[in-house]
Every structure is written in structure tokens, then in C-alpha cells.
């Protein structure tokens, strides 16, 4: 045990990096590859058996890993349950003939599928593009690039994806902040996107606004999202303010929100017992529930082991600057996954403290930003994105040509990331 303890600490934690990744490309389940990134961490750090399951035993207990846990599953019940009742599919069609701008059209397809944290969703708002792709002249290569970028505007800020819900229960930072900070990047995405279609003729995308249709039964349809977000951010509001003590009153919030929700769409799309048991009964849901435990016990794994301590010291001896471990931990895992929650939950147990530990606390938003923006950047080049190679599936789409249409918005995303780092950090020193 010496010999390890004597093995600088980036070196430790950099051969738990390198495993959990291996145990990922291995196609081993995210819940067992972080639990076993754990009892390498303890192992590697000196903590004998019983810390170990101490520790693993207190972060499983604490309200907020099972709010979250709760909160992240309920929104996967929520995304299901409007799939398979077809109130997504209804949505859909009630936005059709809404909107003359062509453009406006071809993204908003994937964009509302977006909304929700649906796995590989782009083929479900994949028909609908190449529907009317097949009125233009888009090549299958640039239809992929379409369904695929726009189904992931949101990812940057909304609250409904849990790797935002996760990053900011790691870096005790408010949901609201986060939201407000970071919605900018969902107009910056549009924009780049629409670069690569800049050009193409797409007077043919669509037949142009159809007068006889009223938006009313398309705001109907999007009633149990706005329910989540307005009542679930507003009871979280009340309750946090109510009770000043109660650690978990804006997730409390949101679990209310998504099972009035959730009882909404069963009721509104009639849908029976064993509808209702195929949505409950996923084993998708149990491995993500099992998924975001084993997250959190790695970081406190991480800080009863006092491993970031360690790192902290070691990354000081090697003078690395703390804006390039923001940039590149969260960039490179999020290229080798190709998974949001994956990055946010390997990197931030890191990054949140390393910040504290070289005081820049008081700077921590900018740092989020950074790492989040440069996370999302190596989830949308990753090969492994489960979203890009089934958009790439279904338009027959050679990887090489929709990588061309990547390169340039994604390099242009991190490019803003990282001014609006330094915007956001002389801010923050300018007006507290």
C-alpha cells in the first residue's frame, strides 16, 4: 500500500480516469463503471474496507443524491409516457403548417423532440426532417447534421436534463443561475447551426403557413412541460423560501411538478394499466436511478479520501493552470463517452473543488460555464453519441461529411464559451 501512496496523485487519479473509461467503451452499465471508479479511488487513496463503505453509505443516504435520483427518473417516466401515449407524436403534428420560415421549420422539428432528455431521440423527429427533405435539395449528410444539432439546443440550460440537474447539485450552484446564464447559448446554437444550411435552397421545405390552423391545440399539447417547469420551479421557490433549512426544497419542487405532470398525460392520453407498468417497469429507469447514486458516491468517495486534496497539490507542484483542467477533463471525456451526465459526473467531483482549493471560489458560475460549454462540445463530436450515429442510420449519412458540417459550429461554440468565461468572470469581480 505504501508504494501506491507514494505514486503522485495525478497519476492515481488519472489510472481511474483511464479504467472508467475502459470499463465504458466496454459497454459496462455508467452506474457500475463510476461505482467501480469508487473502490478504485478508496483503494488508490489508502481508505481501508469499512471507510470505504462508510462513505459509499453516506452519500447514498443523503437527501440529495435520492431527490436527484428521484427527480432524474421521474423525468425519463414523463419523457416515456408522452412517446408512448403519442402525445410527442400529437405535439408534432400540431405544429405542422404553423411557421412559414422554412428554416424555422426544419429545425423546429428536432428542436421540440429536444425538450425532452429522450435516449437517441433524433429518430424520432428524423421522419418528419427527411419528409421534408425530400422536398429540397438537402443531401442526407446535411438532413443528419439538421435532426441532429437541433435536437441538442437545449441541453446548455434546460432543466429537465439531468446532466444540468447534476451539475448543479455538484457545484451547489442555483438551478435558476445556471438556467439564466446559460440559455444564451440555445440562440448562439441556432445560429452556427444554420451556417451549414446557409445557401441551400429551401423554398421547398415547406407548403408555407396554413391559415386554417390555430396554435391553440399545439400550446394544448405542450401543457405537461410547461407544467414542469412553471409549477416545479415555482413550488421550489415557495418551499425554499417557506422552509430556509429544508436542503431539498427546490428538487421537492420539481418531484411534485413531474408527477402532477406525469398523472396529466396518463389521464389526458387515456392510458391503461399495462401502458401505464411498460413506462414504470423500464429497466432503463432502475439503471438510471442506480446510475446517479453511483455518481455521487464517487465524489464523496473522491472527498473522504481526500484525494482532491491531493490532486490539488499535485496540479499546484506541476504549475497546470486550473482553466486548462476545466477545459480539457470535461472535453476529453465527453469525446470518449459521448454521454452529457458522463462528463459532469467524472469531471465536476474534480473540478468544483479544485476551484475552491486554489480560491477561486468566488468565480465558480464561470467555471461551470466553462466546463459545461466545453463538455457539450466533446459529447456533440464524440462517435460514440448515441444520437449522431442513429441520425447517421437513418439518413444513410457518411460520418466524414456530417463531421463537416460539425467541425466549424462546434469550434465556434468553445470559442464563445470561452469569452463569455471571461465575461461572466469580470462580472463577477466587477459587481459581486
Given at each position: 500500500?505504501?508504494?501506491?501512496l507514494?505514486?503522485?496523485?495525478?497519476?492515481r487519479?488519472?489510472?481511474?480516469?483511464?479504467?472508467v473509461?475502459?470499463?465504458?467503451r466496454?459497454n459496462?452499465s455508467?452506474?457500475?463503471?463510476?461505482?467501480?471508479?469508487?473502490?478504485?479511488?478508496?483503494?488508490?487513496?489508502g481508505?481501508?474496507?469499512?471507510?470505504m463503505?462508510?462513505?459509499?453509505?453516506?452519500?447514498?443516504?443523503m437527501?440529495?443524491?435520492?431527490?436527484?435520483?428521484?427527480?432524474?427518473?421521474?423525468?425519463?417516466?414523463?419523457?416515456?409516457?408522452?412517446?408512448?401515449?403519442?402525445?410527442m407524436?400529437?405535439?408534432?403534428?400540431?405544429?405542422?403548417?404553423?411557421?412559414?420560415?422554412?428554416r424555422?421549420?426544419l429545425?423546429?422539428f428536432?428542436a421540440?423532440?429536444?425538450?425532452?432528455?429522450?435516449?437517441g431521440?433524433?429518430?424520432?423527429?428524423?421522419?418528419?426532417v427527411?419528409?421534408?427533405?425530400?422536398?429540397?435539395?438537402?443531401?442526407?449528410d446535411?438532413?443528419?447534421?439538421?435532426?441532429?444539432?437541433?435536437?441538442?439546443?437545449?441541453?446548455?440550460?434546460?432543466?429537465?436534463?439531468p446532466?444540468i440537474?447534476?451539475?448543479?447539485?455538484?457545484?451547489?450552484?442555483?438551478?435558476w443561475?445556471?438556467?439564466m446564464?446559460?440559455?444564451?447559448?440555445?440562440?448562439?446554437?441556432?445560429?452556427?447551426?444554420?451556417?451549414?444550411?446557409?445557401g441551400?435552397?429551401?423554398k421547398?421545405?415547406?407548403?408555407?403557413?396554413?391559415?386554417?390552423?390555430?396554435?391553440?391545440?399545439f400550446?394544448?399539447?405542450?401543457?405537461p412541460?410547461?407544467?414542469?417547469?412553471?409549477?416545479g420551479?415555482?413550488?421550489?421557490?415557495?418551499?425554499?423560501?417557506?422552509?430556509?433549512?429544508?436542503?431539498?426544497?427546490?428538487?421537492?419542487?420539481?418531484?411534485?411538478?413531474l408527477?402532477?405532470?406525469?398523472a396529466?398525460?396518463?389521464?389526458?392520453?387515456g392510458?391503461?394499466?399495462?401502458?401505464?407498468r411498460?413506462v414504470?417497469i423500464?429497466?432503463h429507469?432502475l439503471?438510471?436511478?442506480?446510475?446517479?447514486i453511483?455518481?455521487?458516491?464517487?465524489?464523496?468517495?473522491?472527498?473522504?479520501s481526500h484525494?482532491?486534496?491531493?490532486?490539488?497539490?499535485g496540479?499546484?507542484?506541476?504549475?497546470?493552470?486550473?482553466?486548462?483542467?476545466?477545459?480539457?477533463?470535461?472535453?476529453?471525456?465527453?469525446?470518449i463517452?459521448?454521454?452529457?451526465?458522463?462528463?459532469?459526473?467524472?469531471?465536476?467531483?474534480?473540478?468544483?473543488?479544485?476551484?475552491h482549493?486554489?480560491?477561486?471560489?468566488s468565480?465558480m458560475?464561470?467555471?461551470?460555464?466553462l466546463?459545461?460549454?466545453?463538455?457539450?462540445?466533446?459529447?456533440?463530436?464524440?462517435?460514440?453519441?448515441?444520437?449522431?450515429l442513429?441520425?447517421?442510420?437513418?439518413?444513410?449519412?457518411?460520418f466524414g461529411?456530417?463531421?463537416?458540417?460539425?467541425?466549424?459550429?462546434?469550434?465556434?461554440?468553445?470559442?464563445t464559451?470561452?469569452?463569455?468565461?471571461?465575461?461572466?468572470?469580470?462580472?463577477?469581480?466587477?459587481?459581486g
Amino acid at each position: 500500500m505504501s508504494i501506491i501512496l507514494n505514486i503522485p496523485a495525478i497519476v492515481r487519479i488519472l489510472i481511474v480516469f483511464v479504467l472508467v473509461l475502459i470499463a465504458i467503451r466496454k459497454n459496462v452499465s455508467l452506474g457500475n463503471a463510476f461505482f467501480l471508479g469508487a473502490i478504485l479511488t478508496g483503494v488508490l487513496f489508502g481508505l481501508t474496507p469499512d471507510s470505504m463503505l462508510r462513505s459509499a453509505a453516506a452519500s447514498i443516504v443523503m437527501p440529495k443524491t435520492l431527490a436527484l435520483a428521484v427527480v432524474v427518473t421521474l423525468i425519463l417516466v414523463l419523457s416515456s409516457s408522452m412517446e408512448l401515449g403519442g402525445h410527442m407524436e400529437r405535439l408534432l403534428d400540431n405544429f405542422r403548417g404553423l411557421v412559414i420560415n422554412p428554416r424555422l421549420n426544419l429545425a423546429m422539428f428536432p428542436a421540440l423532440i429536444g425538450l425532452l432528455p429522450m435516449p437517441g431521440g433524433t429518430v424520432f423527429s428524423a421522419p418528419m426532417v427527411k419528409e421534408m427533405g425530400n422536398r429540397s435539395k438537402l443531401r442526407p449528410d446535411q438532413l443528419s447534421f439538421i435532426n441532429y444539432w437541433y435536437r441538442h439546443i437545449w441541453e446548455y440550460w434546460w432543466p429537465l436534463y439531468p446532466g444540468i440537474l447534476l451539475s448543479v447539485t455538484l457545484a451547489d450552484i442555483d438551478l435558476w443561475t445556471i438556467m439564466m446564464v446559460m440559455w444564451p447559448f440555445t440562440i448562439v446554437a441556432v445560429s452556427l447551426g444554420s451556417i451549414s444550411v446557409k445557401g441551400i435552397d429551401l423554398k421547398h421545405v415547406t407548403e408555407g403557413r396554413d391559415k386554417s390552423r390555430s396554435a391553440k391545440p399545439f400550446f394544448k399539447e405542450l401543457i405537461p412541460i410547461l407544467m414542469v417547469i412553471f409549477i416545479g420551479l415555482g413550488v421550489g421557490m415557495i418551499l425554499s423560501r417557506t422552509f430556509p433549512g429544508f436542503c431539498i426544497a427546490k428538487e421537492m419542487g420539481l418531484i411534485i411538478a413531474l408527477i402532477l405532470s406525469i398523472a396529466y398525460v396518463w389521464f389526458r392520453n387515456g392510458m391503461n394499466g399495462n401502458k401505464i407498468r411498460e413506462v414504470v417497469i423500464s429497466p432503463h429507469l432502475l439503471k438510471m436511478f442506480y446510475m446517479v447514486i453511483a455518481i455521487l458516491v464517487f465524489k464523496g468517495m473522491l472527498e473522504d479520501s481526500h484525494a482532491v486534496a491531493a490532486i490539488s497539490r499535485g496540479f499546484a507542484e506541476f504549475s497546470v493552470p486550473l482553466i486548462l483542467i476545466t477545459v480539457a477533463l470535461p472535453l476529453i471525456v465527453g469525446g470518449i463517452t459521448g454521454i452529457t451526465i458522463a462528463f459532469v459526473g467524472s469531471t465536476f467531483p474534480i473540478i468544483v473543488p479544485l476551484v475552491h482549493s486554489m480560491g477561486e471560489s468566488s468565480f465558480m458560475l464561470a467555471y461551470v460555464i466553462l466546463a459545461l460549454v466545453s463538455g457539450f462540445v466533446g459529447v456533440l463530436l464524440s462517435p460514440l453519441h448515441l444520437c449522431l450515429l442513429l441520425s447517421n442510420q437513418y439518413f444513410k449519412a457518411p460520418f466524414g461529411r456530417v463531421y463537416r458540417h460539425l467541425i466549424l459550429p462546434c469550434i465556434s461554440l468553445f470559442a464563445t464559451g470561452f469569452v463569455y468565461f471571461f465575461f461572466v468572470r469580470w462580472m463577477i469581480s466587477r459587481f459581486g
